[in-house]
Nanobody, 115 residues
Framework: QVQLVESGGGLVQPGGSLRLSCAAS????????MGWYRQVLGKQRELVAD???????NYADSVKGRFTLSRDSAKNALYLQMNNLKPEDTAVYYC?????????WGQGTQVTVSS
């Protein structure tokens, strides 16, 4: 079992920044993928960014150049630095952990970009 707890969401003006954090606990394997997804009510959940071990992160085209994903294996933590936020980034952001042992989700954290 893996538990994921997200933090760092909130309300920010367009052009602002937020940093999301995800703390993982339980049976964590280094050979795993961790990432952030987001979902708007009524739409499918979509990938924002993910990373396998400590390899080069993979980003959705819509966030490239604005968001930076990082993973701290020693702390079992995942971070998403979001800069130059836009209203279309408004969504619930979910942390995800995937390994051969299973697929786990956090409870989500709301990000609202509005003036």
């Amino acid at each position: 079992q893996v538990q994921l707890v997200e933090s760092g969401g909130g309300l920010v003006q367009p052009g602002g920044s937020l940093r999301l954090s995800c703390a993982a606990s339980g049976s964590i394997f280094s050979a795993s993928v961790m990432g952030w997804y987001r979902q708007v009510l009524g739409k499918q959940r979509e990938l924002v960014a993910d990373i396998f071990r400590w390899s080069t992160p993979n980003y959705a085209d819509s966030v490239k150049g604005r968001f930076t994903l990082s993973r701290d294996s020693a702390k079992n933590a995942l971070y998403l630095q979001m800069n130059n936020l836009k209203p279309e980034d408004t969504a619930v952001y979910y942390c995800n952990y995937r390994s051969p042992a299973g697929d786990y989700w956090g409870q989500g954290t709301q990000v609202t970009v509005s003036s």
